[in-house]
């Protein structure tokens, strides 16, 4: 039984140096791949390849890659077909990017824009370069509460935080901060 114990344990460690190699191969394929040019580096690669891609809007939840591929397979030769999921959930969200070999075949998947994958009519369009720094959602400022003019008044329009009593109705809420009130 001891024996048995051994010989497996054995097998163990001749097993973990063997994932150990595998390990060391898939590195330094990886640090290769890198230096050959796989993955862009500087904002100049990033902006070629972002020139020899499109965007696909519209795409079938349950579309792939490979449905993808063969989809605009007729547009050149591709080199990469990415669909973005969800971080959380993992499903699909709907659109995909497609990196081209060569800066033509964009202008050939763009003829493809509404034509129909999987039931559905999609949208092709060139993708676009991020600029970093520059966001489409970022619009600066203060926003979310009324700012007076000129900074005189703190809440309302009233000096010192002092209300005059209203008679009648009155308006409670988001209303409440401005002088005046619009229902709509």
């Known amino acids: 039984e001891l024996e048995a114990i051994k010989a497996r344990v054995r097998e ?3 097993e973990d140096e063997r994932l150990k190699q595998l390990q060391l191969e898939a590195e330094s394929c990886l640090i290769m791949s890198s230096e050959a040019g796989l993955f862009p580096k500087t904002t100049e690669e ?4 972002d020139q020899r891609s499109i ?31 969800d971080k959380f959930s993992g ?6 990017y497609i990196e081209f070999e060569e800066k033509s075949s964009v202008k050939a998947a763009v003829e493809l824009d509404e034509s129909v994958f999987r039931g559905r009519v999609i949208k092709v369009l060139p993708k676009r370069t991020n600029m970093p720094g520059i966001s489409t ?3 600066g400022g203060y926003r979310g509460r009324f700012q007076a003019r000129g900074g005189l ?3 309302g329009g009233y000096y010192g935080g002092q209300h005059p009593r209203v008679r009648g109705r009155t308006y409670r809420g988001r209303a409440r901060l401005l002088p005046w009130y619009f229902p709509y």
Not at 46 to 49: A, F, G, L, R, S
Not at 56 to 70: H, I, K, R
């Open 12 to 14: 163990m460690e001749k």
């Open 46 to 49: 990033k902006m070629e390849v």
């Open 55 to 85: 965007y696909v809007g519209n795409v079938d939840y349950g579309g792939t890659a490979e449905e993808l591929e063969s989809h605009f397979n007729s547009c050149g030769e591709i080199n990469r077909v990415t669909i973005l999921c």
């Open 91 to 96: 499903h699909p969200k709907g659109y995909a």
């Open 137 to 139: 959602t970022d619009r």
């Open 153 to 155: 008044a703190q809440r």
